[in-house]
């Protein structure tokens, strides 16, 4: 907390709870329970394997995109198995209904 003197005590309110956290080939994952059953689920990984493979004859391509949206809206499109064939008709990925 920025604004608290040095040595002060942090304010009960202001406290979060901590999470279960894990990195895995560049995602961080976190688990939204306690560190008991944290224990007994593993973390996502690849058939690559991208922190472990001794050969590194692979890229990895990041961007950002900005959209002229909020990112619920965006999720809402993911997540509608119709949205693809519907909207994107005629587009790679769409059913080309023409």
Same mark, same amino acid.
């Given at each position: +907390?920025?604004?608290?003197?040095?040595?002060?005590? +942090?304010?009960?309110?202001?406290?979060?709870?901590?999470?279960? @956290?894990? $990195?895995?080939?560049? +995602?961080?994952?976190?688990?939204?329970?306690?560190? $008991? $059953?944290?224990?007994? @689920?593993?973390?996502?990984?690849?058939?690559?394997? =991208?922190?472990?493979?001794?050969?590194?004859?692979?890229? /990895?391509?990041?961007? /950002?995109?900005?959209?002229?949206?909020?990112?619920?809206? =965006?999720? $809402?499109?993911? =997540?509608?198995?119709?949205?693809?064939? +519907?909207?994107?008709?005629?587009?790679?990925?769409?059913?080309?209904?023409?």
């Amino acid at each position: +907390i920025p604004q608290l003197a040095k040595g002060g005590a +942090i304010p009960k309110a202001s406290c979060v709870k901590e999470y279960p @956290v894990a $990195e895995r080939e560049g +995602i961080v994952y976190v688990f939204p329970g306690g560190p $008991e $059953e944290s224990a007994k @689920v593993p973390v996502p990984v690849s058939p690559d394997d =991208l922190d472990t493979t001794e050969e590194k004859d692979w890229s /990895v391509y990041d961007f /950002v995109c900005d959209l002229p949206y909020d990112a619920g809206y =965006l999720a $809402e499109n993911l =997540l509608d198995p119709a949205h693809i064939p +519907i909207s994107h008709d005629a587009t790679p990925g769409g059913e080309k209904k023409e």
